[in-house]
């Protein structure tokens, strides 16, 4: 796992602005977008909210921007498409942005959309599996790069076991629940709603639960686009606040339109509305804290180059500017 998730991605960003001298002035700034590309994701309500109700669409018709929405299966498929430039904003989990971050992924965390506890590790609800000492040896299912996959190594670590005490099953969010129900692996590092579908639907069992191991939902911009369209950025997070406010105040329309979006029940989406707090949508030193710690716990784990800085790596990363030049 180390290898895997502290690799260097190749990041496609061309240096033709640095090549003209001889360019006007005014030419000097990037020209509006034609489009908005942004994501969508189950683990994000909030989203659902802006997506379904083609609030963006409004808001930046007179402009004629378009916008784009990608659907995000998991937080390392956000930062995917961030890195690649197929997406401007990305929804994910504080830390799997940290870590990305430090793999040169080049992005800013400017708003959180919710504070979950989205993960926790899950078996079936006849196994044998009680503790996280007991995984030792064990097909474990988990999703690189993500959240659950955080957690799972630093639950690990609290029981004394690294990766290489565990046979880990490489597999996206949805087809490990789906390997934890068939029996091909003994526990799943989940992700609601899925997690919330396993446990209603399947009968599966959270043996090992710490919600504030679980970091915030945050959504990212790449640094590109928040430079060279600042006000572009402080409309989107407007628009994302209007968003979030609607959600909560109207939480049967929410359940609604997220079990129209997963084709889950109603009693999934409200246990996974239990878990999920969406009050708050400043971002800066409680979001800061939690990935420092998530970060200093990868080091410790021996995930992240202990030489690191956390302070100094989070704080580059998280811009706050942006929600607070809104007044929200």
């Not at 971050?101 to 044998?128: C, F, H, M, Q």
């Not at 299912?141 to 190594?153: E, K, S």
């Not at 628009?239 to 997220?258: D, F, I, Q, S």
Request: aromatic residues 6%; neutral net charge; glycine residues 8%.
């Amino acid at each position: 796992m180390t290898a895997a998730l502290t690799r260097r991605q190749l990041v496609a960003t061309a240096a033709a602005a640095a090549v003209a001298p001889t360019v006007a002035p005014t030419a000097a700034h990037a020209a509006a977008p034609t489009e908005i590309r942004i994501d969508w994701a189950t683990y994000n309500p909030v989203s659902l909210v802006l997506k379904e109700q083609g609030l963006l669409e409004k808001e930046f018709a007179a402009d004629k921007i378009g916008i784009r929405w990608v659907m995000s299966a998991g937080s390392n498929k956000a930062l995917e498409f961030l890195n690649a430039g197929s997406l401007d904003f990305g929804s994910t989990a504080g830390a799997a942005a940290l870590v990305a971050k430090i793999n040169g992924n080049p992005l800013k965390s400017i708003y959180v959309y919710s504070r979950p506890e989205w993960t926790a590790l899950v078996t079936k609800g006849d196994s044998t599996i009680k503790t996280v000492a007991d995984l030792k040896g064990q097909r474990v299912a988990v999703t690189r790069g993500t959240d659950p996959h955080i957690f799972l190594v630093r639950a690990l670590a609290d029981a004394g076991l690294t990766e290489k005490d565990v046979k880990l099953v490489l597999l996206q969010h949805a087809d490990g629940r789906l390997a934890l129900e068939r029996g091909d692996v003994v526990a799943w590092a989940g992700l609601d709603p899925l997690m919330a579908a396993a446990e209603i639907d399947g009968g599966a069992r959270l043996f090992f639960r710490k919600p504030e191991a679980n970091t915030w939902g945050v959504l990212n911009v790449r640094e590109a686009f928040a430079a060279e369209n600042p006000a572009l950025v402080r409309r989107v997070l407007t628009v994302y606040e209007t968003a979030r406010k609607w959600a909560l105040a109207n939480t049967p329309e929410l359940k609604t339109m997220m079990m129209n979006a997963t084709k889950l029940s109603d009693a999934v989406i409200a246990r996974q509305l239990e878990r999920t707090d969406m009050t708050n949508g400043q971002i800066g030193a409680p979001q800061a804290a939690s990935i420092v710690a998530a970060g200093k716990a990868l080091q410790a784990a021996g995930v992240l180059d202990a030489a690191l800085d956390m302070q100094t790596v989070v704080g580059g990363m998280i811009d706050p500017s942006f929600i607070r030049a809104i007044g929200a």
